[in-house]
C-alpha cells in the first residue's frame, strides 16, 4: 500500500504544475533595491553620509571616494532625496546575499574632479573680484576731493596748447 501511495505521489508530481514560483527577473519600477552613485556627478560633500540613518555611507574627501556598506542598508532612500547633485538612484535589482559584509568603493571621476576644481576656481574668483570692489568702494568714500578734481584738471592742457597753437 505504502508503495501503490508513494508512486501515485510520484506520478502526480511528475504531471503538475511546480507549487512555487520562480523569481521574478523583472522588478516593478519603484523598486528599492539597491543604492547606486553616478561619480561623475558626485561631488562628496557628504550630505548622504549625515542623511542615513544606519551609517551606511562614508565619504573621504582627502581619498576622493564614496563607500557603502550593502548590508547596512535598509533602502530608505533617504540619502537619494537628499542629494544635492542627483547623482544617487535606486537601483532595481536586490542587493545579493553574502557571508561578509562588505564595503563597496567607488572614486570620485576625473569629470567630476575637474568640473568641482573648476567651481572652486570660479568661486575663488568671485569672491577675489568682490573684495577688490568693496576696498575701491571703501577708498572712494574715504577719499572723495581727490576723486573729483581730477577731470577738471584734465581739459585745461588741451585749453593752454590750443592757445599756443594760436599764438603761433
Ligand atoms: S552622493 Fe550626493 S550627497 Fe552624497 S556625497 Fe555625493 S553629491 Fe553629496
Ligand atoms: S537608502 Fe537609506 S540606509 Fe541605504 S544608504 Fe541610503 S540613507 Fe542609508
Known amino acids: 500500500m505504502a508503495l501503490i501511495n508513494f508512486n501515485k505521489t510520484v506520478l502526480h508530481n511528475l504531471v503538475s ?3 512555487t514560483r520562480k523569481a521574478e527577473k523583472e522588478y516593478p519600477v ?7 552613485n553616478d561619480m561623475d556627478l558626485c561631488i562628496l560633500c557628504g550630505l548622504c553620509s549625515i542623511k542615513c540613518p544606519t551609517h551606511a555611507i562614508t565619504v ?10 550593502p548590508m547596512s542598508c ?6 537619494v532625496d537628499n542629494c544635492p547633485k542627483k547623482s544617487l538612484s535606486m537601483g532595481l535589482r536586490f ?23 573648476a567651481l572652486m576656481k570660479a568661486a575663488k574668483e568671485r569672491a ?10 571703501a577708498n572712494a568714500a574715504g ?7 581730477a577731470p577738471e584738471k584734465a581739459p585745461a592742457a588741451p585749453a593752454q596748447a590750443t592757445q599756443d597753437q594760436n599764438k603761433e
Do not use: M
Open 17 to 19: 504544475k511546480p507549487k
Open 30 to 36: 519603484g523598486t528599492r533595491g539597491h543604492v547606486e
Open 60 to 69: 573621504d574627501k582627502n581619498e576622493k571616494t564614496w563607500s557603502i556598506r
Open 74 to 79: 535598509i533602502q530608505c532612500r533617504c540619502c
Open 95 to 117: 542587493q545579493e546575499p553574502g557571508t561578509e559584509k562588505l564595503t563597496k568603493t567607488f572614486k570620485q571621476s576625473e569629470k567630476a574632479i575637474a568640473a568641482q576644481e
Open 128 to 137: 577675489a573680484a568682490a573684495a577688490a570692489a568693496k576696498a575701491a568702494a
Open 143 to 149: 577719499a572723495p576731493a581727490p576723486a573729483t578734481a
